[in-house]
T-cell receptor
């Protein structure tokens, strides 16, 4: 079974530039998550989708971050404009359902903002 | 805000020894999960324990849950160098729609 795919794996940009990350979840998984993991910390949920609808985006900085999941499969996360504090690993995860199911994580995209 | 807090932040042991990591949380939960993260990689699910369970085993892993103390522990027995990784607890808090809140993690180093 193919795992969660993410691209790119690494990205370096200058502050005020924009960047987009892509995630392809495990086939058949209805729920998709984007997390931000700052070095030395645990992942923090940014947004959760159930199919193509948003379930929780309470911790998404909506002035600069946006995410979409068209057709309930792939998802993109965008940052525009980026700030230095956005430097982190962005993890995508998927699960069969939203509750009491294990989440399967992709390898992440390491973003460095200079 | 982080729900889980883990202790210790870092742990260094010799191969063959047991490793114990603890996690405390603040609110009522549906379940608690433990994940492993190797350096530069994504997280791997290890084990899930529901709020009505007190202990669970999976291979060399043993997880306990004490809901009265709002704490959990992860024991890795007979550790191996390949167990070197960061370990995170994550809580599925009651009435949070399945959102997982992760702790800061314990960095485990197993020396051969």
């Amino acid at each position: 079974e193919a795992g969660v795919a993410q691209s790119p794996r690494y990205k370096i940009i200058e502050k005020r530039q924009s960047v987009a990350f892509w995630c392809n979840p495990i086939s058949g998984h209805a729920t998709l998550y984007w997390y931000q993991q700052i070095l030395g910390q645990g992942p923090k949920l940014l947004i959760q989708f159930q199919n193509n609808g948003v379930v929780d985006d309470s911790q998404l900085p909506k002035d600069r971050f946006s995410a979409e999941r068209l057709k309930g499969v792939d998802s993109t996360l965008k940052i525009q404009p980026a700030k230095l504090e956005d430097s982190a690993v962005y993890l995508c995860a998927s699960s069969l359902g939203g509750k009491a199911y294990e989440q399967y994580f992709g390898p992440g995209t390491r973003l460095t903002v200079t | 805000s982080q729900q889980g807090e883990e202790d210790p932040q870092a742990l260094s042991i010799q191969e063959g020894e047991n490793a114990t990591m603890n996690c405390s949380y603040k609110t009522s939960i549906n379940n608690l999960q433990w994940y492993r993260q190797n350096s530069g990689r994504g997280l791997v699910h290890l084990i899930l324990i529901r709020s009505n369970e007190r202990e669970k085993h999976s291979g060399r892993l043993r997880v306990t849950l004490d809901t009265s103390k709002k704490s959990s522990s992860l024991l890795i027995t007979a550790s191996r160098a390949a167990d070197t990784a960061s370990y995170f607890c994550a809580t599925d808090a009651y009435n949070q729609g399945g959102k997982l809140i992760f702790g800061q993690g314990t960095e485990l180093s197993v020396k051969p």
